[in-house]
């Protein structure tokens, strides 16, 4: 077969020639051979290119194809090259002439930046400062066309997105980053860039022509260029939004402090909905438990940074880094509801506090790592496990968010509101609750055992009296168990603690529960 | 004498060369292999669109290719090799449950008789064709990409396999179609 095929060297070949010519039987075999290869060729000659399908469409142009990626990869123009040579020697004690200055400033005006230059820049600089920090574990709220979850990454574990962005060759172990983000970037040989600025930061906008992944933004803090939200749409029509969780404090911020009414810069623009012209009279209390009721229909009341505020006689319903569809889903459920104004907006620079509160975790090994394994049988199961946990405890402490704020809001409860109004705020409650105990109860069959098996004994249900806080502990309890562990703690006590603030959770819903359905007897 | 324009200087200046520079080496390449590599994707099992979007997708890596300067001996082998490690990428994220079925074999049974092959000639091809699709995978991909020229370090390159496994793949591939041809059945 070699010698058939010229794969033998030369003096190999010699060899082969001389028997040849002294052997028939391997000259027919050789024949037989050669006969068999002529009929592939026929084959492919004939059935290959006769039978199968024609391409479906006409052939691009490689010509203009060819010169998008001239234009991509031309160098930078001769002026900007020197506009930042200028950059980097200007210092104090160097005076350009004021006529220099001013022709400087109008070439740069005329002759600006391509976006492609900016992106790239942008990238370069925000990539330098996440060198300057190690990597730790982020918690991030990763929503997509079908629902939404919290991860920990770095992470392992099979996943639908995880596929998803290995085929798009995109670091999913690091989604939110300069890094993972420029990376792909230069993967492509074709792409279209657009950055736009505001006060809060900068958004970088990529598409490409071909891949996996079609469409990939992201936003950089003003502050420390740190990626905070990400976007990204794929040739299959899914799409993927990835936010940055600070520990919690990213869910508190957008639930306890108002959304600032800054007017959009990018993406459409919802407009303020503009109260029917027959209404009058401010919004009443049962105005925005109608409100209240409709965002709970949608599911937009949990864990989403959607703000419900009273102001100017209107109930307005404000929000932050929300997706351009999901704004118009929202604003379309209320579009009815008089006394109602939908205002969105970009995102909120973190506050000083919130970036100071940011729980560090260590780099995503648990602290029981080898305990977890031979509890759950394998890595991989640990991996599932942890999964699935961490999805119940994050959809858990979203109930959990959502009752705090109806009872912040309304913490005389329905005993102030028309009897509409009461029973509407009555049944978002119990079915808050009720999803709260399902969670806790999948945590309980998930986890319970595997506690035991590592010595912890049962909790006991008293200690936290307030919901909220024993389903911030839990939900912790179970980030910590999988990802990490904060610098304090003693990871041998974190079994015991888990079953005791599942205990504590379990005991205080089903209190509220059961008050809940007397409340609304009387 | 108006002076020329840089772009026209490039030009002129890639025109001077014998391959007259890297677009017009692409745009040859594509005229000559793009419907091999379609088809080549097809039997890979990508679905006809896919295997379109991938064939240009491949001839514009290698225009970037050659821009960055790198040198390519043999420019079929590259663009089939790149063309098998795309192709597959392709197909595993298709959104369809099975690979593209060209159902060759159904076409060549229903075919219409052509007085130039004759009945005897098309069961021949019916039936190498039923013997290639009983190959094994590693097989079939070797075999097809012989057939496209490559030579054993190339499909070794592209599949991530020793020339010498190439070898011994197309062994057993062309002996298990000369036991097809010789019996005249599967």
Request: aromatic letters at 6%.
């Amino acid at each position: 077969m070699r010698y058939c095929d010229g794969e033998l060297s030369t003096a190999e070949t010699a060899r082969v020639r001389s028997h040849l010519e002294a052997c028939w039987e391997c000259r027919a075999e050789l024949d037989r051979l050669q006969q068999t290869i002529a009929e592939c060729m026929e084959f492919r000659r004939t059935v290959l290119r006769e039978h199968l399908p024609p391409p479906p469409e006409p052939w691009k142009d490689l010509y203009t194809q060819m010169g998008r990626i001239d234009a991509a990869m031309a160098p930078p123009p001769l002026w900007r090259r020197a506009l930042r040579w200028l950059g980097d020697v200007a210092q104090p004690r160097i005076a350009l002439p004021a006529g220099a200055v001013a022709a400087l400033l109008l070439a740069f005006v005329l002759f600006r930046d391509t976006p492609s230059v900016q992106a790239a820049e942008l990238l370069q600089r925000a990539a330098a400062a996440e060198n300057k920090f190690p990597r730790t574990a982020r918690r991030l709220r990763i929503r997509t066309r079908s629902g939404s979850f919290t991860r920990l990454l770095p992470a392992g574990g099979p996943s639908p997105v995880a596929e998803l962005f290995a085929q798009a060759r995109y670091d999913w172990q690091d989604p939110l980053s300069a890094r993972s983000f420029g990376a792909w970037r230069d993967t492509l040989d074709r792409k279209d860039d657009e950055v736009a600025e505001d006060r809060e930061g900068f958004r970088i906008l990529t598409r490409a022509y071909a891949g996996e992944l079609r469409e990939a933004s992201m936003r950089l803090r003003r502050d420390d260029l740190r990626a905070v939200q990400g976007t990204f749409r794929f040739q299959n029509k899914e799409w993927v939004e990835v936010t940055e969780l600070e520990a919690g404090a990213a869910l508190a911020s957008a639930a306890e402090t108002p959304a600032p009414a800054a007017p959009i810069r990018t993406g459409a623009a919802v407009e303020p909905v503009a109260a029917p012209a027959a209404e009058s009279g401010d919004a009443t209390d049962a105005d925005e438990v109608k409100v209240w009721a409709l965002l709970h229909q949608l599911k937009a009341d949990l864990g989403e940074p959607v703000e419900i505020t009273r102001a100017e006689g209107k109930v307005r319903v404000s929000g932050v880094g929300l997706a351009e569809e999901r704004q118009q889903e929202i604003a379309a459920q209320l579009a009815a509801v008089p006394h109602v104004e939908v205002r969105f907006a970009d995102p909120a620079p973190v506050p000083a506090t919130a970036a100071a509160a940011r729980a560090t975790l260590r780099s995503g090994e648990s602290p029981l790592a080898a305990e977890l394994e031979r509890a759950f049988g394998s890595r991989a199961m640990v991996d599932t496990v942890a999964a699935e946990a961490l999805d119940h405890a994050d959809a858990l402490m979203a109930r959990a968010y959502a009752l705090r704020r109806l009872r912040e809001r309304f913490p005389q409860g329905a005993a102030t509101l028309p009897d509409s109004g009461a029973g509407a705020l009555g049944a978002i409650e119990r079915d808050h609750l009720n999803a709260l105990l399902a969670h806790a109860s999948q945590l309980d069959r998930l986890l319970a055992p595997a506690m035991r098996s590592l010595g912890a004994a049962d909790g006991g249900s008293e200690g936290e009296r307030n919901l909220f806080a024993a389903s911030y502990a839990l939900e912790r309890s179970v980030s910590m168990l999988f990802g990490g562990a904060d610098a304090a703690g003693d990871a041998r006590q974190l079994p015991a603690r888990l079953l005791e603030r599942l205990a504590q959770v379990q005991s205080l819903a089903r209190w509220q529960l059961a008050k809940a359905g007397t409340d609304s007897r009387e | 004498m108006v002076p020329l324009s840089l772009a026209a200087k490039l030009n002129s200046m890639a025109a001077a060369r014998p391959d007259g520079g890297p677009q017009q080496v692409v745009a040859r390449l594509f005229e000559e292999a793009r419907d091999d590599v379609y088809r080549y994707l097809l039997l890979i099992g990508l679905h006809p669109p896919q295997a379109q979007e991938a064939t240009q997708e491949v001839f514009l890596r290698l225009y970037t290719t050659l821009l960055k300067g790198v040198e390519i001996e043999n420019h079929r082998a590259w663009i089939f090799r790149v063309a098998h490690n795309y192709g597959l990428k392709v197909r595993t994220s298709q959104n369809r449950s099975h690979a593209f079925d060209p159902a060759l074999e159904q076409k060549l049974t229903s075919a219409e008789p052509d007085p130039e092959r004759g009945l005897a000639q098309r069961e021949r091809m019916a039936n190498l064709y039923h013997a290639i699709e009983g190959l094994s995978e590693q097989q079939r991909r070797c075999l097809l990409l012989r057939m496209e020229g490559l030579r054993y370090p190339e499909i070794g390159e592209a599949l991530g396999i020793s020339p010498s496994t190439v070898g011994e793949f197309l062994r057993r591939a062309l002996a298990r179609l000369q036991t097809v041809l010789k019996k005249g059945q599967p």
